[in-house]
């Protein structure tokens, strides 16, 4: 029994570790929906969020992309495409940024800020930059569990398997605060940016849980 208490704290403290992903991409192979990776901050409150990622699919129906959820809110930040446009959640209030071209078997690069001071989002897809929309001016507070790969309805859970993520998911990174458009191109470009210092990829904290494998990245 000690030593099945044991290997289980040592399993535990492993996600704790952060890890360097550089050149690694997140491989969602099949339809399930219970696979995910889940991604580990001690922060809980945010006045402002970027987040950035690279992601290639081959399905054009909605799938969750990136979901932060806390006690209070399911989507408290959430970034999600259905069909041609991209919805940016926050505190469960929702905007829609329209008529992207989000072609399959491409990678695309995606950020999306966003700030509770006048609650403005914005989206940036494969360098360029959308329109601001209103969305929520309120700040997100609370513990997050945040996933990649499905789509929270519930904190931690309430997975709907015609919205899971297949294909990859790479370069995950979360600021707590509305980056500037030098800095996104620069990450969109692979260049010199600040690491996101609520997730980043190059030490990255996080959990693997069903079938999604680290891969080497192929060229985008």
């Not at 605060?177 to 600040?194: A, C, M, Q």
Request: aromatic share 12%.
């Amino acid at each position: 029994m000690e030593k099945l208490v044991l290997s289980m704290l040592m399993l535990a403290a492993c996600y704790a570790i952060p890890r360097d992903l550089s050149g690694k991409v997140f491989v969602f192979p099949k339809a399930t929906s219970t696979d995910h990776v889940k991604l580990f901050t001690s922060k809980k409150e945010f006045d402002a969020v970027t987040v950035c990622l690279k992601f290639l699919t081959d399905l054009k129906r909605d799938i969750g992309l990136f979901s932060l959820a806390t006690d209070d809110y399911s989507n408290d930040f959430l970034l999600f495409r259905r069909d041609d446009m991209i919805e940016v959640h926050v505190r469960d209030v929702s905007t829609e940024f329209l008529s992207l071209p989000l072609t399959p078997n491409t990678w695309h690069s995606l950020c999306s800020t966003w700030h509770s001071d006048n609650g403005l989002a914005q989206l940036w897809l494969d360098g360029k930059p959308s329109i601001k929309r209103f969305v929520s001016g309120r700040t997100i507070t609370g513990k997050p569990i945040t996933i990649l790969g499905q789509e929270q309805d519930s904190y931690g859970g309430g997975f709907d398997a015609g919205q899971l993520f297949v294909g990859m998911i790479s370069q995950v990174h979360m600021w707590d605060y509305t980056l500037s458009p030098v800095e996104i191109k620069r990450y969109v470009n692979d260049g010199n940016f600040t690491s996101g210092n609520v997730f980043n990829w190059g030490a990255l904290e996080y959990e693997i849980l069903g079938k999604v494998i680290v891969d080497e990245e192929p060229d985008m």
